[in-house]
C-alpha cells in the first residue's frame, strides 16, 4: 500500500487531532479543553487500519489473538512495506508539534 493510498484511507476516518470550522485555534476557542493526544507510533497506525479487518476475517478470535495475528503481520512486513505507515506516524507528530503550539499560544 502507497502512502496516498494509506492517507486517503486515513482521511476517511475521524481525524486524530479534531478540527472545527472557522476556529484557527481550537484551544483559544474553547472547542479543545484537553491537551493534544500524543502521536501514535508506526506500529499503532498500522494495527488500527488493520484491526477491522482482522476481526471480519476471524471474527470467532479473541481480541488476545487479533493482536497477536497484527503482531505477526507488522512483524513479517519489509521496511519498504512498513514505510508508508512510519511515514503517516511522522504526520501526526508534526502535527502534534502545531497542536502543542496552538496549545501554548491559547494559554
Known sequence: MSY?????????QEPYYAKFP???NAYRDGYVTEPPRKPRPS????????????????????HAKIFSLLG???????D????????LA??????????KILLEKAQ
Open 80 to 87: 519498504e512495506q512498513q514505510l508508508p505507515f512510519i511515514q
Open 22 to 24: 472557522g476556529s484557527n
Open 43 to 62: 506500529y499503532l497506525c498500522f494495527q488500527s487500519l488493520y484491526q477491522p479487518y482482522f476481526q471480519k476475517l476471524y471474527p470467532n478470535v479473541k
Open 90 to 99: 511522522n504526520d501526526e507528530a508534526a502535527q502534534f508539534e502545531q497542536e
Open 4 to 12: 496516498e493510498e494509506l492517507k486517503q484511507i486515513v482521511s476517511k
Open 72 to 78: 505477526e503481520s507488522w512483524n513479517s512486513l519489509s
